[in-house]
Every structure is written in C-alpha cells, then in structure tokens.
Antibody, heavy 123, light 109 residues
C-alpha cells in the first residue's frame, strides 16, 4: 500500500532554514511514471504548490518561492526532501508531500498525499 | 501566473445537488482536477481531467469544464460530503505550472 510520510522539525526560528523529508513506501521513487511534490497550506487558507521533482532530479518550483526553495531526491532511501531558507511567519503552514502523475492531457495530478506536518515559524 | 477563483462557501440540503465553480481565463482549454479536504486531513483527489473519477470515488461526483468556468457537481449530497473542495490546473506554458484555487467550503444544512 502506497504511503507518504513527512518528517522534520515542527518549530523553526525566523530567518532560519526549514527542512522536511518525505519517506515513500509501497512504490519506488525511481519510477519513471511519477513526480514528487511539496504543497503547503497556511492555517485557514488554501493550498499552495511549492515545487516538484522527477526521479532524474529535474525540478520545477513556484516562482514566488524559487529563490528560497530546494527540492532533492534520494532514490537509495526512497525519500525526497524540501529545504526552505530564510523563513518568516508567513511560512507557517501544514506541509504536505504528494505523488503526482501525468494523464493524457495533464501532469502533476496529485493522487496520493502524506498526512501533512505543521511547521510553525516563531522565535 | 494563472489565477483560479472559487466561491468561499456553498450550502446545500441533504439529498440535493451541490455545484462548486472554479473560474479562470479560458479554463476550458485546460484540464481541471478537484480535491476534497476534510478538517485535519490531507486532500483527496475526487475528479481529474475535468470529469474522470479515481477508483473509489462515488458516481455522485462529476465535473465539467467549458469557457471560463469549471464545475464540480455532487449529486444526492450526504452529510459526509461536507468538506473544503479545491480545484487545480496544470499550465504547461507557465513558469508556475501548478495552480490551486482558494477552496470552497461545502456545508450540508
């Protein structure tokens, strides 16, 4: 059964770096069929795509976050990770990792999600 | 970047039909996906490519997309359908290829 699980600190100080890992089980992260993404949701607000990565290491980032975001993949551990630098209170959110796939007419359809992890930015 | 607009809330009585809209410039030319999110839970894909359903999603859920509006329709609404619903598109020509709508809270009266 496919599962995604986020892990990392729940509290980060302003100006510091947020680091999260998503551990995938039930499918190889090296599969050529899927993309792997990070999406966040500030409290009481909508979903915001952060970025996505393919098994080859190819990445796409939200332009509004691109200067602060790095997504990487570790196929040996079946994990992918998110680094967000210089965080502020505006980065406080539930962070989700998710699997994306392409249909005949679209890509990055997210069909499996982790449970999400709340990251609070506060001193 | 591309903007998707959803009404903040929709209310419907049990057994009736709920329609949740997602507006965007010429959205009919794109494929739209819909997610359901219950409080404290992760989103769940309920419709993809405008009108297709993943396995396990009831036939009561359907979608359409034309012009500047995509619509998620839920027939014979049940209390368990109460949730936030968000639309999403993939804009292959943009440097911001994944866009979500702001979400609509469906309340079952």
């Amino acid at each position: 059964q496919l599962q995604l699980q986020e892990s990392g600190p729940g509290l980060v100080k302003p100006s510091e770096t947020l680091s999260l890992t998503c551990t995938v089980s039930g499918v190889s992260i090296s599969s050529t069929t899927y993309y792997w993404g990070w999406i966040r949701q500030p409290p009481g607000k909508g979903l915001e795509w952060i970025g996505s990565i393919y098994y080859s290491g190819s990445t796409h980032y939200n332009p509004s976050l691109k200067s602060r975001v790095t997504i990487s993949i570790d196929t040996s551990k079946n994990q992918f990770s998110l680094i967000l630098s210089s965080v502020t209170a505006a980065d406080t959110a539930v962070y989700y990792c998710a699997r994306g796939y392409c249909s005949s007419s679209s890509c990055l359809i997210f069909d499996y999600w982790g449970q999400g992890t709340l990251v609070t930015v506060s001193s | 970047s591309y903007v998707l607009t959803q009404p903040p809330s929709v209310s419907v009585a049990p057994g009736q039909t709920a329609r949740i809209t997602c507006g965007g410039n010429n959205i009919g030319s794109k494929s739209v996906h819909w997610y359901r999110q219950k409080p404290g839970q992760a989103p769940v894909l309920v419709v993809y490519d405008d009108s297709d359903r993943p396995s396990g999603i009831p036939e009561r859920f359907s979608g359409s997309n034309s012009g500047n509006t995509a619509t998620l329709t839920i027939n014979r609404v049940e209390a368990g359908d109460e949730a936030d619903y968000s639309c999403q598109v993939w804009d292959s020509s943009s440097d911001h290829p994944v866009v979500f709508g702001g979400g609509t809270k469906l309340t079952v009266l």
